[in-house]
């Protein structure tokens, strides 16, 4: 008999989550039991040194184990190879993601490639962490020329083959957010919010605000290089200039100097910048050019999907 992919596969990362993981599960459990149509549930354990694994696998989680602690965003990359859904619903392990909330974010899917749950000003979180994401929400919105509204949420729905065609693009750790909303906005898909109250989590947070509040900025900065080059050699390229102009006539009004090779050197430099963004700018364009005719690595949708059923008490 033929087996029929389920339509919803709803990912969990979890590092050291036994406090939680379980009620995290029934909770999707009854979630999606409200809505028609099938779906799994899909724990990646990253190694965890607790009971985490027991705890999914006891509340009927489909279970796959990292064979050591690799990250969040990895988890993430193994739980998209490894779905078999046609969409792919992420949430946390901690119980800050309300899973009540998962039939809102399916239901405005539909003309979307994919939808957010954007955290309103009532969640619990330190003033400092909303302070930074306003920032990175600002910096996003400028990148993408579309208003940003919670750009490193976790909580998400998406079309199962635009995440396995930027899978590639995700990195290991919790920035993973961060890259798959600004390449989805930059390569021309859809996106969309829905607003959701997140709890406090329960137990430590494992996210560091000086390391991973940087990591999160130069993941912003690679991924407007990548999709958008412009927007970061431009302003570059301006702001080069300006300094050798203006310390050039500083020289010669207030110090009665010549112009000088620096400010020379500073302007010409400007120049080279602003070419070298306009050839990425054309690099960037044949990129995507080539993907939408599965050119590209990555572009080739299946490529990106197992064949094979993982063992659950096997690594990733």
Do not use: W
């Not at 998209?80 to 909330?101: C, F, K, S, W, Y």
């Not at 400028?142 to 940003?148: G, M």
């Amino acid at each position: 008999m033929e087996l029929t992919s389920p339509g919803i596969s709803v990912l969990i990362p979890a590092y050291n989550e036994e406090a939680m993981i379980g009620r995290v599960v029934e909770r999707v459990q009854v979630a999606l039991e409200s809505l028609d149509g099938s779906y799994e549930i899909l724990v990646v354990d990253d190694a965890s040194t607790d009971g985490t694994a027991e705890a999914a696998r006891r509340a009927g989680a489909r279970l796959i184990q990292h064979p050591y602690n690799i990250g969040n965003g990895a988890a993430i990359k193994t739980g998209i190879r490894n779905a078999q859904g046609h969409t792919l619903v992420m949430l946390d392990a901690d119980g800050q993601h309300p899973p009540e909330d998962i039939p809102r974010l399916l239901e405005k899917l539909g003309p979307y490639d994919m939808v957010v749950g954007a955290r309103t000003r009532d969640s619990e979180s330190s003033a400092v962490r909303h302070l930074g994401n306003q920032v990175y929400n600002g910096l996003a919105s400028y990148v993408c020329h579309l208003r940003i509204e919670d750009l490193t949420s976790g909580f998400r729905a998406v079309k199962g083959d635009l995440a396995r065609g930027f899978a590639y693009l995700l990195p290991n750790t919790f920035s993973y957010p961060t890259t798959i909303t600004l390449a989805t906005v930059r390569s021309g898909r859809s996106l969309a919010y829905v607003r959701i109250s997140a709890p406090k989590r329960v137990g430590r947070s494992k996210i560091r605000l000086l390391r991973d509040g940087s990591r999160f900025f130069l993941i912003i900065i690679k991924v407007a290089t990548l999709f958008s080059p412009l927007k970061v050699f431009i302003p570059a390229s301006i702001g080069m200039f300006l300094l050798g102009l203006g310390y050039g006539l500083f020289k010669v009004l207030f110090l009665g100097l010549a112009y000088g090779p620096t400010s020379a050197m500073l302007m010409t430099m400007a120049l080279v910048v602003f070419m070298v963004g306009l050839v990425s700018e054309q690099v960037a364009q044949l990129r995507f050019d080539r993907s939408e005719t599965g050119s590209a690595p990555g572009s080739v949708v299946e490529a990106g999907r197992s064949t094979e059923q993982p063992k659950e008490e096997s690594g990733a």
